[in-house]
């Protein structure tokens, strides 16, 4: 590759590691970086944030990602959008952002699926997010009533048992859905197969219940279509690997993605209409945003050439050497 220094004779990459392992590891020096790219954990980032000499070493990085809460239309009872809606009502934000680490390591309160700077993106709130962080209980009581389940309800709640973020991000759900009556079930599944198999297979959701499934999303490219796309528009939905956790299929949103392929669009016209995507989308409450999120990176200091890759949010892996 002539366009790219390749200073590592060898790649080792080790799988399936413990995330409080994997960060007690790189701040040791035994490993060099961590390839997900999603930031250190609670008790790293304490030792991190408090110490000057880790700090060197360390990058805050805008992680051109979004942590959600997927909410599923096919599981009783939200295939009614107002109960949708009222979990969307009812979530603390401020919890949940605490529970990815904050502002700084966890990023910033989120109320669209579209990350801030896309082409077309807007900021909108439709359920209250950042005039009530805390939730906003007596919306949720409403929509739950025009569901008619006035007193809440129980739902299964999925997320990744090995990576200890998500798990404090759906305890925080859990603790502010029970608010308002609705009660979640959690069930952990390894992130291996967490979209193969679990969260991921329909067919698996609908048997155990799985209205509620903790994740994210970073897109292959930051437009509309990149980040939306694969999350929210019908013909995406598939039997294994799903990532239309939702199951959205609304023929409203569907048109909108036929638009923007139409010839002649310009920029911010084809922006427009992702604009649109996202507010129906909203809407129809089948994501509920947690945080854009912030990754707290650490590398070994024995790491060279080491620079944030700014499309990804995480380092550029291609052209990241070691000193001997």
């Given at each position: 590759d002539t366009e790219a220094k390749q200073l590592a004779s060898k790649i080792i990459v080790n799988l399936n590691m413990?995330?409080?392992?994997?960060?007690n590891r790189l701040i040791a020096g035994d490993v060099d970086i961590d390839a997900q790219g999603i930031g250190v954990q609670a008790s790293a980032r304490?030792?991190?944030?408090?110490?000057?000499t880790l700090k060197n070493d360390a990058d805050a990085v805008p992680g051109n990602r979004a942590w959600f809460t997927y909410i599923n239309t096919k599981v009783a009872p939200l295939n009614n959008v107002n109960c949708r809606q009222a979990?969307?009502?009812?979530?603390?934000?401020?919890?949940?952002?605490?529970?990815w680490g904050g502002p700084f390591a966890g990023g910033q309160i989120a109320t669209t699926i579209m990350l801030?700077?896309?082409?077309?993106?807007?900021?909108?709130?439709?359920?209250n997010a950042k005039t009530?962080?805390?939730?906003?209980?007596?919306?949720?009581?409403?929509?739950?009533?025009?569901?008619?389940?006035?007193?809440?309800?129980?739902?299964?709640a999925s997320y990744r048992s090995d990576r200890p973020a998500e798990t404090a991000a759906i305890q925080a759900l859990q603790a502010a859905e029970a608010r308002v009556g609705?009660?979640?079930?959690?069930?952990?599944?390894?992130?291996?197969?967490?979209?193969?198999?679990?969260?991921?297979?329909p067919n698996y959701v609908h048997q155990h219940n799985l209205g509620i499934l903790q994740g994210?999303?970073?897109?292959?490219?930051?437009?509309?279509?990149?980040?939306?796309?694969?999350?929210?528009?019908?013909?995406?939905?598939?039997s294994t690997g799903n990532t239309n956790i939702g199951e959205l299929n609304d023929p409203k949103v569907n048109s909108l993605f036929q638009q923007t392929t139409k010839s002649g669009l310009s920029?911010?016209?084809?922006?427009?209409?992702?604009?649109?995507?996202?507010?129906?989308?909203?809407?129809?409450?089948?994501?509920?945003?947690?945080?854009?999120?912030?990754?707290?990176?650490?590398?070994?200091?024995?790491?060279?050439n080491v620079y944030a890759f700014a499309p990804y949010g995480e380092y550029n892996y291609a052209v990241i050497g070691v000193s001997s």
């Open positions: 413990n995330a409080q392992d994997l960060d304490a030792k991190i944030l408090s110490s000057p979990i969307e009502y009812a979530a603390n934000k401020t919890d949940l952002q605490t529970a801030p700077g896309m082409n077309g993106y807007s900021s909108f709130d439709l359920y009530d962080p805390t939730g906003d209980l007596t919306a949720a009581k409403a929509a739950l009533a025009k569901c008619g389940q006035p007193n809440g309800f129980t739902v299964g609705i009660k979640l079930q959690l069930h952990g599944y390894p992130s291996g197969s967490y979209y193969s198999t679990f969260a991921g297979a994210g999303w970073s897109p292959d490219w930051p437009d509309g279509y990149g980040m939306m796309d694969e999350l929210v528009a019908g013909n995406t939905i598939v920029t911010a016209q084809v922006g427009a209409i992702y604009g649109q995507i996202d507010k129906q989308a909203m809407s129809d409450a089948v994501i509920l945003p947690n945080v854009y999120a912030t990754n707290l990176l650490y590398r070994n200091p024995a790491a060279t």
